[in-house]
T-cell receptor, first 112, second 114 residues
Framework: GAGVSQSPRYKVAKRGQDVALRCDPISGHVSLFWYQQALGQGPEFLTYFQNEAQLDKSGLPSDRFFAERPEGSVSTLKIQRTQQEDSAVYLC??????????FGPGTRLTVL | AQTVTQSQPEMSVQEAETVTLSCTYDTSESDYYLFWYKQPPSRQMILVIRQEAYKQQNATENRFSVNFQKAAKSFSLKISDSQLGDAAMYFCAYRSYNNNDMRFGAGTRLTVKP
């Protein structure tokens, strides 16, 4: 597609619910990144894929967070047993090798 | 680990005037990329300008230019002839040649006064 798309754009979850956030990167972009952005803060790195391989997951805050990209295109970020501190905007970005990132519009997650 | 510091949480500028946003970074690497991203209230991050560290010439994109001082590890953004549409959060970001993730500063909120 022309840009990176993310769905849903907004998600409200009750504490303890599982959520799944989807990212559709730009076609042909081998690299895909997930970031977490708290209100008023800069994006914080979560995890990185090159094609279907998850090469770095050092930024995932706990084992409740899980990401996958099984066919090297669409990626899903799953958060199990959501907590209030998980409330944030989750940004997905894709890039070609060393080019600049192209970001999606983000998913705003609110955990009540 | 690389860190990116934006020391100005908020800045304001009069329409048609010039404003400079500051950014410093800490790295032991010699090859890397630097970026400025703009994030309007809609929250979509948009690339404003990029600079390769090996290039001495400062990058320019229309009204946007950078002052890249490699020795000082400084990377400021100058916006000339500011427009109301420039109002947004601006993030400075660092990406090394070796690591794939991008590190962001905390951002500067720019207000443009008519």
């Amino acid at each position: 597609g022309a840009g990176v798309s993310q769905s849903p754009r907004y998600k409200v979850a009750k504490r303890g619910q599982d959520v799944a956030l989807r990212c559709d990167p730009i076609s042909g972009h081998v690299s895909l990144f997930w970031y977490q952005q708290a209100l008023g803060q800069g994006p914080e790195f979560l995890t990185y894929f090159q094609n279907e391989a998850q090469l770095d997951k050092s930024g995932l805050p706990s084992d409740r967070f899980f990401a996958e990209r099984p066919e090297g295109s669409v990626s899903t970020l799953k958060i199990q047993r959501t907590q209030q501190e998980d409330s944030a905007v989750y940004l997905c970005a894709s890039s070609n090798q060393l080019a600049a990132f192209v970001f999606g519009p983000g998913t705003r997650l609110t955990v009540l | 680990a690389q860190t990116v510091t934006q020391s100005q949480p908020e800045m304001s500028v009069q329409e048609a005037e010039t404003v400079t946003l500051s950014c410093t970074y800490d790295t032991s690497e010699s090859d890397y990329y630097l970026f400025w991203y703009k994030q309007p209230p809609s929250r979509q991050m948009i690339l404003v300008i990029r600079q390769e560290a090996y290039k001495q010439q400062n990058a320019t994109e229309n009204r946007f230019s950078v002052n890249f001082q490699k020795a000082a590890k400084s990377f400021s953004l100058k916006i000339s002839d500011s427009q109301l549409g420039d109002a947004a959060m601006y993030f400075c970001a660092y990406r090394s040649y070796n690591n794939n993730d991008m590190r962001f500063g905390a951002g500067t909120r720019l207000t443009v006064k008519p």
